[in-house]
């Protein structure tokens, strides 16, 4: 009976080990060949404050809107310390568009310049773009 026992656990648990999938994470926001990345920077400084969660759930949709299709994905990085223990933070935020087009990029911000700039008091510092 217990040689049974043992046959019949081993027989389940080899079934469950072979049933198991493993689940890879696949990053759907991996940028691609040929997608250039936007990045704008915004600096820190004297009685400089930014609101994180309107920059998250209103000012960066709004302008995702904007760009349309061209936009592949974006990410936000909030600043959160400095270099050493005793550095200020140089950045309060920094926001990156994953786009296709540069100049269809360019042309949407540009007939949305004064929505973009008005929304958000803090003007970021540049525009970097990365490929």
Do not use: W
Not at 18 to 33: D, F, I
Not at 76 to 91: L, S
Request: charged share 20%; proline share 5%.
């Amino acid at each position: 009976m217990a040689t049974k026992t043992i046959f019949f656990t081993l027989i389940l648990s080899f079934i469950s080990l072979v049933s198991c999938q493993t689940s890879q994470l696949v990053n759907k926001t991996t940028p691609k060949t040929g997608m250039f990345k936007v990045a704008i920077l915004y600096p820190n400084g004297e009685d400089k404050t930014f609101d994180m969660d309107y920059y998250e759930k209103k000012h960066m949709p709004m302008v995702a809107g904007f760009i349309g299709k061209n936009l592949k994905f974006y990410e936000i990085d909030k600043g959160i310390a400095g270099r050493t223990p005793n550095d200020k933070v140089p950045f309060l935020a920094i926001g990156y568009f994953y786009i296709g087009d540069i100049a269809e990029y360019n042309q949407a911000i540009a007939q949305n310049r004064d929505a973009v700039v008005s929304d958000f008091k803090i003007i970021p510092i540049f525009s970097q773009l990365y490929r």
